[in-house]
């Protein structure tokens, strides 16, 4: 894989109003099933699996360079499920079997057995890849460690917090390898941390040990949850901009925004990915400015509710391209 270009990392416009993004994931084409299932039966060899995710990789970004996005993503067409990746790639950590997480979708729950340790780059390898394929910036995604903690057995520490706060200092590694890589984006996926409000101070101090230090711009997504129990001190979470899901429950969150100032970055998510109707664009301009009532246009970002992964390429392109044209409409309003 190559390492990737050595000219200066983009970045946006600093001019530029409502920047278009997505949350990471991208739906796996059915050339990438079918040879992983392949792969499985000793079919074919694991550098022809990776020839497969890299040719993958760049046809989801030219989709996105297409439909006029503002910061990618690589689309993690070489992850499978968000926990168990890294698990699988940091110490002191086994795989068990599937575990139910929500509908009919599953994953193998990561059990912890050791020390958790950073050993070597997870995910920098395929951010220098992405990268190198446009002139745009690129987010790095990564899971956090609230959530890692959270969905995984543990059979070493004994404590979440110091699970936790193991988990930390391991991403908070690899996050620094992102961005001496050139990675100026860097978002912390947590889904988890509403889902506790006693916890909430755990998490917090959970991601000041991932992005203390950290010379980027950093992003945390959150996409359920009990909210209302930890609002206004979800704010505390030490990050520049906050990605969360809005259109699921019917914006929902705004009005607990407006009854204590949000002070933060908003990603706000103008369409759910959970259903497979294609929301149409005078929809999502109706979301779009919602969410200016909360902050200004100055602190939005815009980009769906969550990964999305769950949905159809089609859908998920149309989807994408409705919400670019939403964006464009409100821009010129502005």
Not at 34 to 48: Q, V
Not at 101 to 122: A, F, I, L, T
Not at 244 to 253: A, H, I, Q, V, W
Request: charge should be negative.
């Amino acid at each position: 894989m190559s390492d990737g270009a050595t000219s200066p990392p983009p970045v946006l416009d600093p001019g530029l109003l409502l920047p278009l993004s997505t949350i990471g994931s991208f739906p796996k084409p059915e050339r990438l099933t079918k040879a992983r299932a392949a792969l499985s039966r000793g079919e074919i060899s694991p550098d022809e699996l990776r020839r497969i995710e890299q040719e993958e990789t760049v046809a989801c970004i030219r989709m996105q360079e297409a439909l006029g996005l503002d910061v990618l993503v690589d689309g993690e067409m070489y992850r499978g499920d968000m926990t168990a990746y890294f698990a699988e790639n940091l110490e002191g950590f086994r795989i068990s079997g599937l575990v139910r997480s929500y509908g009919n979708r599953y994953y193998r729950k990561p059990v912890v057995m050791g020390p958790v340790r950073w050993s070597r780059p997870v995910t920098v390898e395929w951010f220098r890849f992405a990268q190198a394929q446009t002139g745009k910036p690129v987010k790095a995604i990564l899971t956090g460690p609230y959530t890692m903690m959270d969905w995984s057995f543990d059979d070493h520490y004994g404590s979440r917090e110091a699970l936790a706060m193991a988990l930390a200092e391991a991403i908070h590694q690899e996050a620094m390898a992102l961005v001496e890589a050139g990675a100026r984006y860097v978002q912390i996926d947590e889904p988890a941390v509403s889902v506790r409000p006693d916890e909430i101070d755990l998490a917090i101090r959970a991601m000041a040990g991932v992005t203390g230090g950290l010379e980027a711009r950093t992003i945390t997504h959150i996409c359920y949850g009990d909210f209302p129990a930890i609002y206004p001190r979800l704010l505390d979470l030490p990050v520049d901009q906050f990605t969360l899901e809005l259109s699921n429950s019917d914006l929902g969150l705004l009005p607990l925004f407006k009854s204590y100032p949000f002070t933060k970055e908003l990603g706000a998510g103008v369409f759910d990915v959970h259903t497979h109707a294609i929301e149409p664009v005078d929809v999502m301009q109706e979301r779009i400015r919602a969410a200016l009532a909360v902050v200004p246009a100055s602190r939005l970002y815009i980009n769906p509710d969550c990964g999305l992964k769950t949905r159809s390429p089609g859908e998920a392109e149309a989807k994408l391209r409705n919400m670019v044209e939403a964006t464009h409409e409100v821009r010129r309003t502005l």
